[in-house]
């Protein structure tokens, strides 16, 4: 399903939900970062803390819009993550909570997960399932020592880890991590590579309503692309990403994908594609006969009861009353043209080139693009997508199409599917000659 991305305004359905997020990691990150800084302890990274916020407040959280309960987990350990990704806690803090105003990138694809841009679009919010938080404070450590091992992991970086609940409502459980695409460049393609073809295509005529879809491993394929790097970059890549896919083998996880984004220098940044519209965004959009089944969870919103239809509306009128929406036109804040303030993700290989990794040719010479590449959706543990097949097996599905693949033989194919996909321009021209002189 193709959706393009809107505004969370007061009208949106998930305004409250949104509203709470924020606000809470406001509270939570402010809290942790007010505190002189100190060396993480084992018991960092089981910690949790909940907090209640109500309309009046008391002693130790300030008044809300709404009542809801928000529960914080490892403060300390995404503390330092955060500082290990260089990012700067005001600049953190001002992107997640100015004027509370998100995008909402999609409703659910297959996994059901809700996608949030903040405001400045550095920043998602993903929501995530509770197998999947389970599994990333279980792995936490793992995490954050491979982190402090590889400053320049190819890995989603995570920010934070909190949830969610109001009254009568579902527990919400998300992550907060990077935008792997720079606000200020157009990303003319982009790919959510597997190594696998088992329902990897998208379909080619929906493209010419959503220009900007993400596209997957049967559309590379058939448009032979590549990812140019000369010999030194290839080396690098190379390098980084096996040690990442190695962790996530030895964590047992799969189902995870390289998101590839492609700015093109030739073409520049003339479209001005946000400026028309939000990203135009396909949130997880595998079919069920990829290589792993689908995994239950409810949308956000349900039909909401009568006690919270009554309570929304207490709510949106005391919204009227304290506060003036902010109007469409002036909310959407202009892209930066460069790089300014992110100039410390230059120190990370990876995003050194204007945010990404410049293509090069054989001889280290520059190329025509910029790829932005990052392995995504890396928490899926065997263990649950195992589950998940029972239940698929139940409804008599072909086994053999559903049937996953173990994290080893994921892993192999996953490296081996992109590195061959890796050359450089030279290599490329110099198969092209050959297969024309055979
Ligand atoms: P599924 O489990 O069905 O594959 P999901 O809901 O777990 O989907 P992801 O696979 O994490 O979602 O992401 C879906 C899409 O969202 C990606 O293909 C990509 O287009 C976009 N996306 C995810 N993470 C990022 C990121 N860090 N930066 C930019 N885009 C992202
Ligand atoms: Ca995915
Ligand atoms: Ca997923």
């Not at 990150?29 to 060396?39: I, Q």
């Not at 809801?68 to 909570?97: E, G, I």
């Not at 559309?219 to 140019?228: A, G, P, S, V």
Request: aromatic fraction near 12%; include cysteine.
């Amino acid at each position: 399903r193709v959706v393009v991305g809107t505004k969370v305004d007061q009208n949106h359905v998930n305004w409250v939900t949104a509203y709470n997020m924020l606000t809470g990691i406001r509270f939570t990150v402010s809290r942790t970062n007010a505190k002189l800084d100190r060396a993480l302890t084992d018991a960092d990274f089981d910690a949790k803390h909940k907090f209640s916020f109500d309309i009046t407040g008391n002693e130790l959280t300030p008044s809300a819009k709404y009542d809801f309960k928000f529960k914080d987990y490892a403060p300390w350990v995404f503390r330092h993550l955060r500082a290990k990704f260089k990012l700067d806690p005001a600049d953190y803090l001002m992107s997640l909570t100015s004027k509370y105003i998100l995008s909402e990138l999609g409703s659910p694809g297959k996994s059901g997960s809700f996608f949030y841009f903040s405001r400045d679009y550095k920043y998602i919010i993903k929501t995530i399932h509770h197998a999947e938080h389970k599994f990333l404070r279980k792995i936490l450590k793992e995490y954050y020592s491979h982190v402090e091992q590889n400053p320049n992991t190819l890995l989603s970086q995570f920010y934070g880890l909190h949830r969610v609940k109001i009254p009568y409502g579902r527990k919400i459980h998300f992550v907060v991590m990077n935008n792997l695409f720079p606000p200020h460049r157009d990303i003319h393609q982009t790919f959510d590579l597997k190594g696998s073809t088992i329902g990897r295509d998208f379909k080619e005529e929906d493209l010419e309503k959503n220009p900007r879809a993400t596209l997957k491993d049967l559309n590379w394929l058939r448009r032979d692309l590549h990812l140019e790097f000369g010999e030194e970059k290839k080396r690098i890549f190379f390098e980084q990403m096996e040690k990442d896919v190695h962790l996530l083998q030895k964590l047992k996880i799969m189902d995870y994908s390289m998101l590839v984004g492609i700015h093109d220098l030739q073409r520049g940044n003339q479209e001005n594609l946000r400026d028309k519209t939000l990203q135009v965004f396909q949130p997880g959009g595998d079919t069920p006969t990829d290589d792993t089944g689908p995994s239950g969870q409810g949308p956000l919103t349900r039909t909401p009861s009568k006690l919270e239809t009554a309570r929304k509306a207490r709510e949106l009128r005391q919204m009227v009353k304290q506060e003036k929406p902010v109007p469409m036109g002036q909310s959407s804040s202009r892209m930066p043209d460069t790089l300014e303030e992110n100039t410390t993700k230059r120190d990370f290989i990876f995003y050194s080139d204007d945010g990404g990794f410049q293509a090069t040719h054989e001889d280290n010479s520059p190329g025509d693009e910029i790829f932005f590449l990052s392995i995504i959706d890396c928490l899926t543990h065997y263990g649950t997508v195992k589950k998940l097949e029972h239940f698929w097996k139940g409804l008599s599905h072909d086994k053999r199409l559903i049937s996953p693949v173990r994290p080893e033989p994921y892993g192999d194919r996953f490296i081996e599917f992109i590195e061959g996909i890796t050359k450089s321009p030279e290599e490329v021209a110099r198969e092209a000659a050959s297969r024309l002189t055979v």
